[in-house]
């Protein structure tokens, strides 16, 4: 009896878990996960696989974590453009010109700008890199370290799953991928 106690539990923590997230996390698709999960004969077995594999019972799946499995690729691309210009977010912001400003839209998207006045007190400190397209291009790379060390610190399989849909890259490091993860749980929580 006290060996299904904490399977209940487990259970109990992802009622409410998207059914889109909770399929991809099993690997199957998300009405089938639905159904199963409705199913009064399979809920349970569904709800302690999913819990094995995000891992601890003290682990839960957060709405960040949720909407990062449930996006494609290109969202992905566009949450890690939107990273790179929250961590750049002094230098993004100091650009007025129209130029610039068009360049940046044009390699980052258009929300890029709005992100990183919305969370720029979670940009870096240190130098600004030059404006135009050698910001563009620093601003991906450090977007997509950004998204990388968030995926170094979910569970394994939350983790696995979002690197598979990113190009491959290195993670930022100590404080940097602290950051990066910091960025991308804020940006994970809003509308890309």
């Known amino acids: 009896m006290n ?3 904490p399977a209940m539990s ?9 059914a889109t997230a909770l399929g991809l996390l099993l690997e ?3 009405p089938l996960a639905d159904r199963l999960r409705g199913c009064h004969r399979t809920a349970l077995r569904v709800e302690q696989l999913a819990a094995s594999r995000l891992g601890p019972p003290s682990t839960t799946m957060t709405s960040t974590q949720a909407r990062l499995l449930a996006m494609d690729t290109a969202a992905l691309r566009e949450l890690s453009l939107h990273a ?3 961590r750049h ?3 993004v912001l100091s650009l007025i010109d129209g130029l610039s400003l068009r360049t940046l839209a044009a390699n980052l998207g258009p929300g890029a700008r709005g992100a990183a006045l919305r969370w720029r007190e979670l940009a870096a400190g240190g130098p600004d890199p030059s404006v ?3 910001l563009a291009n620093l601003a991906a790379r450090d977007g997509l370290r950004c998204l990388h060390a968030w995926c170094d610190r979910q569970p394994s399989a939350i983790g696995m799953r979002v690197r598979l849909l990113v190009p491959p890259g290195a993670s930022a ?3 940097e991928a602290a950051l990066g ?3 991308v749980d804020a940006l994970g929580g809003e509308d890309v």
């Open 173 to 175: 490091e100590g404080e």
């Open 28 to 30: 199957l698709q998300p």
């Open 132 to 134: 135009g397209a050698p």
């Open 10 to 18: 487990d259970a109990l923590r992802l009622r409410k878990t998207p």
């Open 84 to 86: 790179g210009a929250v």
């Open 89 to 91: 977010a002094r230098a």
């Open 181 to 183: 993860a910091r960025i």
């Open 3 to 5: 060996g299904a106690q």
